[in-house]
């Protein structure tokens, strides 16, 4: 039996009738070749479940080697299970990532707004094709996955909380998931903090243990984006525009622009400009304009609050009160008090106590009491 004393400082030790428990019940461990992964299987050892590790391939690589991560990380993944005298299943869940994200992926970005397919990925792969086939063809009581959120309640009323590293945090990925499937979820790292993994992993001896965390959209890599959404929707190149009306250059197409963008605009040294940076404050998708405006603090890249829609509440009923509470509207920032004010069970008007900073389009409104994460949507518009 491996044996980690980081793991026995920070982890209570079960009660004989409580392993017994957990002995019944089989947990199949998503298992990415990563380290939370690796640690994450190796606490619910300790816990005494019934563990085995499954690995997804979710993206066909094309013959380009140098992204073609996965045979490196199925091999990872392989090494960490045998270590722990775990099995390991394969699965192949490409199809439907290409079905019911990555094109959709596309879609939004055709319509110039930014989606986030991580979120996506949760929702329509990790959380529904994986706990479905763990459930059904692998007989698991729970799938496991190394995401940094815990859990609180019982398996038939779950809330989902925040990770207890706030800095690692995760719950802004996951708010599509309902109090059912959080039920049907272990979340073992969730409890810890990111170096306390890591100790556990050397204490092991792990092949994972000093492994770079993955980074960007997992189908891309390390690869620039925009030289891969090339590969699949051309380019449009139109004007850019400043709020006054006037066009002071060329964009090469308003998806690889980001609301906020001050870098790579390709503006620069105009009359009577002044020193200002200038930064992407719109997009006029019908005429293919990208605006942009000239100071860090014009008013243009201020919003007031978001109206959203394709809701998600963790608890699955719709919100028919006005509520305050926070709001993330992008991953790892800073809670945004607000009220959300509903319009119906799928829209919402969001009103920030204080204006805020690029809003984005197609990017997700994540909403938290504390450290509950109630849900959350899709900005549709920004007020």
């Known amino acids: 039996m491996l044996i980690s004393k980081t793991y026995n400082q920070y982890f209570p030790q079960l009660t004989s009738e409580q392993l017994a428990e957990n ?14 992964s690796s640690v994450s299987a190796f606490i619910l050892q300790q816990q005494g479940y019934q563990v085995e590790g499954l690995f997804m391939k979710n993206w066909e690589e094309d013959d380009d080697t140098d992204y073609c ?8 993944a392989q090494a960490v299970c ?11 869940f490409a199809a439907e990532y290409w079905d019911n994200v990555f094109e959709h992926f596309l879609t939004e970005y055709k319509a110039g707004r930014t989606p986030n397919p991580d979120i996506l990925c949760n929702k329509e792969i990790k959380f529904k094709a994986f706990l479905e ?12 996955t190394g995401h940094y959120v815990r859990r609180a309640g019982d398996d038939e009323n779950t809330r989902l909380l925040r990770g207890l590293d706030v800095n690692k945090d995760q719950s802004y990925f996951l708010y599509t998931l309902s109090h059912q499937q959080v039920g049907q979820s272990l979340f073992p790292v969730g409890e810890i903090e990111k170096p306390i993994v890591r100790a556990i992993a050397e204490d092991l001896g792990l092949i994972t243990a000093k492994k770079k965390d993955s980074t960007g959209i997992c189908f891309i890599g390390e690869r620039k984006f925009k030289d891969f959404l090339a590969r699949y929707l051309p380019a ?7 709020v006054d009306g006037e066009v002071i250059g060329r964009h090469e197409g308003l998806m690889y622009h980001t609301l906020g963008q001050r870098k790579g605009l390709g503006i620069g040294g105009l009359k009577n400009a002044g020193e200002e940076a200038w930064y992407v404050v719109d997009k006029e998708v019908e005429k293919n304009e990208l605006i942009v405006a000239q100071g860090h603090n ?3 890249l201020f919003s007031k609050g978001l109206i959203a829609k394709q809701l998600h509440w963790v608890d699955r009923h719709p919100m028919d009160n006005p509520l305050r509470c926070t709001v993330k509207t992008r991953y790892r920032q800073t809670d945004i008090p607000c009220v959300i004010e509903p319009i119906n069970h799928d829209c919402i008007r969001v009103i920030f106590d204080e204006p805020q900073v690029a809003v984005t389009p197609g990017q997700s409104a994540v909403f938290y009491l504390d450290e509950v ?11």
Do not use: F, W
């Open 298 to 300: 014009h008013p243009r």
């Open 82 to 92: 045998d270590k722990l005298g775990i099995k390991l299943h394969k699965i192949n």
């Open 69 to 76: 991560t996965a045979a490196a990380d199925l091999a990872d």
């Open 23 to 36: 002995s019944k019940k089989k947990v199949i461990c998503g298992m990415s070749g990563g380290v939370d």
């Open 236 to 242: 449009q190149p139109g004007d850019i525009r400043t």
């Open 373 to 383: 994460c109630l849900g959350g949507g899709i900005i549709e518009e920004r007020i």
């Open 133 to 144: 086939y763990a459930a059904e063809d692998l007989g698991a009581n729970y799938i496991a």
